[in-house]
Nanobody, 114 residues
Framework: VQLQASGGGLVQAGGSLTLSCAAD????????MGWYRQAPGKQRELVST???????NYADSVKGRFTISKDNAKNTVYLQMNSLKFEDTAIYYC?????????WGQGTLVTVSS
């Protein structure tokens, strides 16, 4: 599967952004999809995941601020990010886990100004 992430940009602290991850095939049966991020000088970390059945999971650092969702008809996963903080600045990567294989999108840069 090929994943195309979009929606990143520059936003002030406290603002909002919505990231999109469009897949080139049906996502309705993909076991789990999610978003990861990598800040400068840091390792890539999990942000949020959503399973084929719609169950969600969030990193503690984004709980209550970020919401993951998906639209199977559009083969797209979204990440609504509210109350953004400077420390949310990172490249955000879309991920799909299929048959225990990981597929990655190209990443989209989110920059939060303080």
């Amino acid at each position: 599967v090929q994943l195309q992430a979009s929606g990143g940009g520059l936003v002030q602290a406290g603002g909002s952004l919505t990231l999109s991850c469009a897949a080139d095939k049906s996502i309705s049966t993909i076991f789990v999809m999610g978003w990861y991020r990598q800040a400068p000088g840091k390792q890539r970390e999990l942000v949020s995941t959503i399973t084929y059945s719609g169950s969600t999971n969030y990193a503690d650092s984004v709980k209550g601020r970020f919401t993951i969702s998906k639209d199977n008809a559009k083969n797209t996963v979204y990440l609504q990010m509210n109350s953004l903080k400077f420390e949310d600045t990172a490249i955000y990567y879309c991920n799909a886990n299929i048959g225990f294989q990981n597929f990655w999108g190209q990443g989209t840069l989110v920059t939060v100004s303080s």
